[in-house]
């Protein structure tokens, strides 16, 4: 089960001290559970993070990358090789954030495959809008998504998909769960051997909800994991 904290364009150096009640917290909690925590702060507090995290059993991830694998041109730029050299083990891609500045599939298909190349696991978001989703259309899109995003990736092992439908992020709403159910089941029929997990709207309160939703692999969570306390409840809730 995986609950991996996404805390976008949030974080300065001292929000690096609220991870240490989740590390003490999970230290015990692990225990004989099969869970994993990936924090993925913004880029400026990857290697600080990473430092911090070295002796712990939580892992580090990053928010995006160039689709260049190999050093560049590129200012403001960072690619997978530089996100590993510096402590990341994972990286979101495709996060609808991006998609709605211009990502598009084949911009992301290029980043998942820099990514795995650089030896980064890849959390691949994908979901629908409040306009596709009233169209009836969200398993075509998500469909869509998939085939582009991992056109000609051969080994899709190293890949989370993360399903986050564009109208729950950030707004307090979740899908219906005989609908997420059935949507999630619909990623895993296609993706046979991969995690699935859930993102939007996470939170202490509807995670009892959501938890009944038996195929779910986990969580990405925004909002709710730059709070340690909230981000243990989801966790805590999650098992009790
Ligand atoms: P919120 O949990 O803040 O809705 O964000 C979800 C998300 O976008 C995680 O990637």
Redesign the pocket.
């Given at each position: 089960m995986y609950f991996?904290a996404?805390w976008?364009m949030f974080g300065g150096l001292n929000s690096l001290n609220t991870i240490d009640k989740v590390v003490k917290f999970f230290k015990a909690f692990k225990k004989n559970r099969s869970i994993k925590i990936i924090y993925?702060p913004p880029s400026t507090l990857i290697s600080l993070m990473s430092k911090k995290l070295e002796k712990t059993n939580i892992e580090i991830g990053a928010q995006n990358c160039h689709e260049q694998e190999s050093y560049g041109a590129f200012t403001g730029s960072i690619n997978s090789k530089m996100l590993k050299n510096i402590g990341a083990n994972y990286v979101?891609i495709g996060?609808?954030?991006n998609r709605q500045s211009g990502e598009s599939n084949q911009l992301i298909n290029l980043k998942i495959k820099s990514a795995l190349k650089s030896g980064l696991k890849v959390i691949f978001?994908i979901g629908e809008t409040l306009r596709e989703k009233r169209k009836k259309i969200t398993k075509k899109i998500l469909d869509k998504q998939l085939k582009l995003g991992l056109n000609k990736v051969n080994s899709k092992k190293n890949i989370i998909i993360?399903y986050?439908p564009v109208w729950?992020?950030?707004?307090?709403l979740i899908p219906k769960s005989d609908d997420l159910y059935e949507t999630v089941n619909f990623i895993k029929k296609k993706m046979r051997k991969n995690k699935v997990l859930y993102?939007?709207?996470?939170?202490p309160k509807n995670i009892n909800d959501l938890k009944s939703i038996n195929n779910i692999d986990g969580y990405?969570?925004?909002?709710?994991?730059q709070d340690p306390k909230k981000f243990i409840d989801i966790i805590k809730k999650r098992y009790s």
């Open positions: 991996i996404n976008k993925c979101i996060h609808s954030e978001c993360a986050e729950s992020i950030g707004t307090g993102g939007g709207s996470v939170n990405l969570i925004g909002g709710a994991s």
